[in-house]
Each structure stands twice: as structure tokens, then as C-alpha cells.
């Protein structure tokens, strides 16, 4: 459950969550810089970042240790929610609902024309809920088709090579995806758009302002509210 | 045969004929012996220094043994010598090539004329250490020949020559002839590949060996010209060891030689090969790691061999599938049985691996049209964000928030 704090602001992301978001960012981008550097490995830019990784071989270590590391926060997450009851409260909050389809187009045209009234978004916004399962089944993509990768030896003992050449493919083009939905689209979001710049702070401090909240979140705002009323 | 004679002083002739005339009784009737000659030839041009016939490889003959149209002294203008006289081999060899019918070098040019030293002996030109230095002295001064000469100082063979000194190491004559010279210009010539394979097999026999077993001397075997000989794969006089990094044979460059004839379309099409197998490797994790410079990657030679190359369909061939599970087992030490059905150099196309190419396909699209929705999305924001700027009367911040209706926490 999203919370007051006494200094007004709103509690949106826990400290768990904190530390699990910057571990999943950090081996994201890690995973990404080394991953796409073998997949465009004849551009100049990916030369640059294979000789800083330490050449194929350090890029491979590297890759698999932010495997390990992204494998990590996956199971903190499942952690979360199996243990913690914000993660559970989140979750439950970031399912799609049929409102998401009819306050999303009515925030887009909005957004775009300035007519209309403005969409009544609960705790996460419908981009926020495509993003975050964006992320959880892609990472679920990655993750399986990437351990197919991890050894050939293993694999084709289990698999035809028909499969470990489609998972290379999935692996390849899931990046690409990911590469996208995150680094543009969602790095987009938290940075420069809506009055972001230079960035929320909600991923470091947790916190967003109440007034702030009230507007982006007004359907959540006004559930608080009402719950801190009875 | 020809020998380069100096054309001697007219006062000179007269006055060693005088000379040779007051020694006169000294020669005998079977024709002038040496001490007559050097009566005159101490000092007369063509000086000669009989000590240094003495030690040469013709030590003991006496100088009418070479100059034999010469009977009496004092003579008048004396022939040419013919080497071939005695060296009846070497003169034929020597007429057929290239270096009589272009009016090249004759035997003086390459052996010396009096001080004619042993081929073994470091000091003679035609010496396995100095004939580098011999041909490659005109051999320079010809169309092209600079760069030759050098390629071949370069080369593995040259520098054992050159540096170690290596009688093992082939020099100029021991592939190319002394006399004859052959040029060994194979083009597509398949019985001349299979002449320098022969000949480069006099040394490196457990190639030759090998070479004689592959799918490529098959082939030359059945006179095609355009299938690879020795120096299709190793250069000629440029030919250095794997190991240098400059060999067309070095790790990273196996594929671009191999290829040079495996991914030419209308030349595998004549063989009814498929051309695809150079940019399917390159595009494979192999191709990939080597290119990027790990040279423990396997390579064009890592599965298929260099020299005893046969086709996979062959029981032999290390690529056939009962051989996979050895083959990719020296990098593989895990590579089981699964190994054995392995399709290599499947291309993701729909005529190769279609489940591959669906997938790909549908990413592309599906990547495209989030591409598109992103644009959108940025579009969106900025025309919100310019339309409530102008709305002067909204508090400064409060435009964003209202014009940015996917405003994200």
C-alpha cells in the first residue's frame, strides 16, 4: 500500500525495492553494453566497448556475471513477493484492469489535444504496468534462453542445436527489445519527460511529493484519502 | 654455352705473342701448357691468378682443358667456352630455360670464371646461402621482381636461408631449378599444381601425404585447374609459417583464403557447392571470437583439416558426422553424441533455420512498431508540453503535469 509520510510526501518504493531496482539496472545495462557489443560487433563503438571489457574473453565473464548478478534480483523479486507486503500490495496494483485501456486512451488524447478530462490513473500509470511487465517477461526470456546459451556442450546434450540457434536468435532480438522498452522508452519517462529532468528521485530516496502524486496518480491519491478517512 | 671474355689490348697481343714466341719451345706438341699461358696472362688482360684456379672447383685441369680451340701460343681471338663440354646436363638443362632464350645469365654470371668455387662452398654465388643474393641481385631489377625478392627474404623459407642459415630451408634453386629455371607459374594449370605439390611434398612429405588424400588433389587429379594447389592456400615466395600472424594460413586468416574460392558463387556453382559457408561462419559464434581476435576459435582448419580436407559425406572426413563427436571434442571436451547431429553453417533464412527467421521476423516487426509507439509517445509529450507553455495564466510546472497525461513516477 502506497503511504502518507508525515513531511507530506508518498511512500512509493520500499528499500528492498530500491536496492533490488538498482541491481536489476545496473545488470541490465551491464547485460546490454556487453550483450549488443557481440551482436553489432563490426561497428567501431562496439570494438571500443569489447577492448574496454578486456577483449571477448573479459566480455563473456562479464556478461555472465551480470547473468548471475540479474538472476539475483530476479529471485529478490520473488522474494518480495512471497515475504514482503508492499511488494504483494504492488503487485496486485500493477495487474492490467479494464480501465487501463479506456484511461489510457483518454490520457493519450489529453496529452495530445488538451481536450477532455483528465485520465484517473490509480497507482501505476498503464505505460508504467507495459513497462514493468515489459521487463518481468523479458527477463524471464533472457534468463532462460541465455542459460541454453551458457554452455554448448551442456546444451546439446539436452536440446537439438535447431533450439540452442532459436534461443540465440530470441536472446539476440529479446535485447533488442529490451534495449527499447528500457533505455529509450523508460529511461525517457524518469529523466526528461514530464518536468523529470534530471531525473525522479523516487528510485534513490523512495519518496514522491504528495502534491505531485495527487496529479499524476489522482485515482490512487483519492483511495489514500479515503482510507485514511474511515 | 657463352663466357663473358674481355676483349684484349691490341699492343698488349703483340707483345705477349713476342713473349710466348721466345718461350716458344716450351709448349709442348699436345698444345700450351699453364706456365705458357701465364707467361702472357700474368700480365696481359685477362690477367688471370693461377693460384685461385688452383683452389676452385676446377683444380687440376689446366686452362686448355677450358679454353680447348686454343693449341699453340701465341693465339689470335679464342672462342667462347662451353661449360657444357664437361657439365653436358647442366647445358642442356640451361639451353631449355628461360635464361638462354631471353639472353639472361650464362654460367660465369652465376659461377665465376676462373675462381669457380664449389656450390657447397659458402664463397661460390650459385652456394645455397649466396643465391638469394644472386638471382635476387637481377631478379630486382625487373618488372615486379623488387617486391619478389623481398617477399621472399620475408618469407619462412628465406629467413631460414637468410638468418639461420638452414641448408633445410629451400633456396631460389631448390624449388625453381640452377639450370633449367623453371618458372612454376601453375595458374589453373592442374598438372602444374600437381608438379608443386610434388615438389613442395620432397620436403614437407607427411602434407604431401595427407594433400594426396584430399577432396582437393582428387580434383586436380581429374585435371580441374581450378581447385587449390599449394600456393593457392600458402602464396609462393611470400609463404610464411601459421604461427606469423602475416600467413594467409595464420588462424585469423584461414577463413578469408578459404573463402576467396568458397564464397565465390559462380566457382562453387560450377561444383555444385554451396557459397554460403564463409558469411555463415563469420556469422557464428566461432566466426564472431575470431574475428574479435581469439585465436582459440575454431577456424575453417579446426573442424575440416588443412591438408586432407574431404567432404562430410565421406567416412573419412573429420566433419562427417560418426567423426563430430572427436572433431569438436579438442575444444569441446564435454561434446557427446548430441554433436553428431548437429547442422553446421545453417543459415537463418527460410530455406535454413525457418524457426530462427520466424522468430527474427517477428521481433523485427514487433521492435519496429515499439519504435514507432516510442516516437509517438515523445511526440505526444512535447506537443502537451508546448500547448500548456503557452497557457501564460498556468503556474510554471503546473503545464507539464497537466499536458503530460503518461506522467511517470
Known amino acids: 500500500m ?3 509520510s508525515t513531511d507530506g510526501t508518498v511512500v512509493r518504493m520500499s528499500l528492498l525495492q530500491r536496492l533490488d531496482h538498482a541491481l536489476l539496472a545496473l545488470c541490465l545495462l551491464l547485460l546490454i553494453a556487453s550483450g549488443l557489443a557481440l551482436v553489432y560487433h563490426e561497428q567501431a ?41 508492499k511488494y ?34 490509480g497507482r501505476f500509470t498503464p505505460m508504467q504496468k507495459i513497462q514493468y511487465w515489459g521487463i518481468f517477461v523479458g527477463c524471464l526470456i533472457m534468463a532462460g534462453s541465455g542459460f541454453v546459451l551458457w554452455s554448448p556442450q551442456a546444451s546439446l546434450a539436452l536440446f537439438p542445436k535447431s533450439v540452442y540457434d532459436l534461443m540465440l536468435v530470441v536472446h539476440s532480438e529479446q535485447a533488442q527489445l529490451i534495449f527499447v522498452v528500457l533505455i529509450l522508452w523508460h529511461l525517457y519517462d524518469v529523466h526528461l519527460a514530464g518536468g523529470n529532468f534530471p531525473m525522479n528521485p523516487a528510485w534513490i530516496t523512495g519518496r514522491m511529493g504528495g502534491e505531485k502524486f495527487r496529479k499524476r496518480h489522482p485515482a490512487e491519491w483519492d483511495a489514500m484519502q479515503k482510507g485514511e478517512q474511515e | 654455352m657463352k663466357s663473358r671474355s674481355r676483349r684484349p689490348d ?29 707467361a702472357c696472362h700474368a700480365e696481359v688482360k685477362p690477367r688471370v691468378v693461377l693460384d685461385v684456379l688452383r683452389g676452385s672447383a676446377h683444380e687440376g685441369l689446366s686452362c686448355t682443358s677450358c679454353h680447348a680451340d686454343i693449341t699453340a701460343v701465341p693465339h689470335g681471338k679464342p672462342l667462347a667456352v662451353d661449360c657444357g663440354l664437361c657439365h653436358a646436363k647442366e647445358a642442356d638443362a640451361w639451353r631449355a630455360g628461360p635464361h638462354a632464350k631471353a639472353g639472361g645469365p650464362g654460367c660465369v654470371d652465376c659461377h665465376g670464371a676462373h675462381d669457380v668455387p ?5 664463397r661460390s654465388m650459385s652456394s645455397h646461402e649466396r643465391q638469394i643474393e644472386a638471382c635476387g641481385g ?40 640452377a639450370h ?15 608438379e608443386v605439390a610434388r615438389l613442395c611434398g620432397s620436403c614437407h612429405e607427411p602434407a604431401y601425404a595427407a594433400f594426396e588424400k584430399s577432396a582437393h ?66 556469422k557464428s559464434y566461432h566466426g564472431v571470437v575470431l574475428e574479435m581476435g581469439d585465436l582459440r576459435a575454431a577456424n575453417c582448419a579446426s573442424c575440416h583439416g588443412a591438408h586432407d580436407i574431404l567432404p562430410s559425406s565421406d567416412p573419412a572426413s573429420r566433419t562427417n558426422p560418426s567423426n563430430l563427436e572427436k572433431t569438436c571434442g579438442k575444444c569441446h571436451p564435454g561434446a557427446g553424441r548430441a554433436f553428431s547431429n548437429i547442422r553446421f553453417h545453417e543459415s537463418v533464412s527460410p530455406t535454413g533455420a525457418r524457426g530462427a527467421w520466424f522468430v527474427r521476423v517477428f521481433y523485427t516487426i514487433f521492435i519496429s512498431l515499439l519504435v514507432a509507439g516510442f516516437l509517438l509517445h515523445i511526440i505526444t509529450r512535447l506537443v502537451g508540453w508546448r500547448r500548456t507553455r503557452r497557457k501564460s495564466a498556468a503556474p510554471l510546472g503546473k503545464g507539464m503535469e497537466g499536458g503530460g497525461s503518461h506522467d511517470k513516477s
Request: net charge positive.
Open chain 2, 10 to 38: 691490341i699492343g698488349l697481343i703483340l707483345a705477349a705473342s713476342l713473349a710466348a714466341m721466345l718461350v716458344g719451345a716450351g709448349a709442348s706438341a699436345a698444345g700450351p701448357g699453364d706456365s705458357d699461358c701465364m
Open chain 1, 45 to 85: 563503438w562496439a570494438k571500443v566497448l569489447i577492448g574496454i571489457m578486456g577483449g571477448m574473453r573479459g566480455r563473456g565473464l562479464l556478461h555472465r556475471a551480470a547473468a548471475i548478478g540479474l538472476v539475483f534480483a530476479g529471485l529478490l523479486h520473488f522474494g518480495g513477493l512471497l515475504f514482503s507486503r
Open chain 2, 180 to 194: 633449367d629455371v623453371r618458372s612454376l607459374k601453375a595458374d589453373d594449370d592442374a598438372k602444374a599444381k600437381r
Open chain 2, 138 to 177: 637481377c631478379h630486382a631489377r625487373l618488372a615486379g621482381g623488387r617486391q619478389w625478392v623481398k617477399m621472399f627474404d620475408e618469407s619462412v623459407h628465406g629467413q631460414g636461408v637468410i638468418k639461420q642459415g638452414l641448408n633445410l630451408a629451400p633456396a631460389c634453386a631448390t624449388c625453381h631449378g
Open chain 2, 217 to 282: 588433389y582428387k580434383a586436380l587429379s581429374q585435371n580441374v585447374g581450378r581447385a587449390p594447389g599449394c600456393t593457392d592456400c600458402h602464396g609462393e615466395h611470400s609463404i610464411q609459417a601459421p604461427e606469423n600472424r602475416s600467413s594467409s594460413v595464420a588462424p585469423e586468416s584461414v577463413p578469408a583464403t578459404c573463402g576467396r574460392c568458397h564464397a565465390d558463387k559462380s566457382l562453387m556453382a560450377n561444383f555444385g557447392l554451396p557459397a554460403d559457408r564463409l558469411s555463415t561462419y563469420l
Open chain 1, 88 to 121: 504483494q500490495s504492488d503487485f496486485r496494483a500493477v495487474r492490467f484492469r479494464r480501465s487501463d485501456f479506456s484511461e489510457g486512451w483518454k490520457g493519450w488524447i489529453h496529452g495530445l489535444t488538451g481536450k477532455g478530462a483528465p485520465p484517473y490513473y
Open chain 2, 118 to 122: 664449389k656450390s657447397s662452398d659458402r
Open chain 1, 2 to 4: 502506497t503511504s502518507h
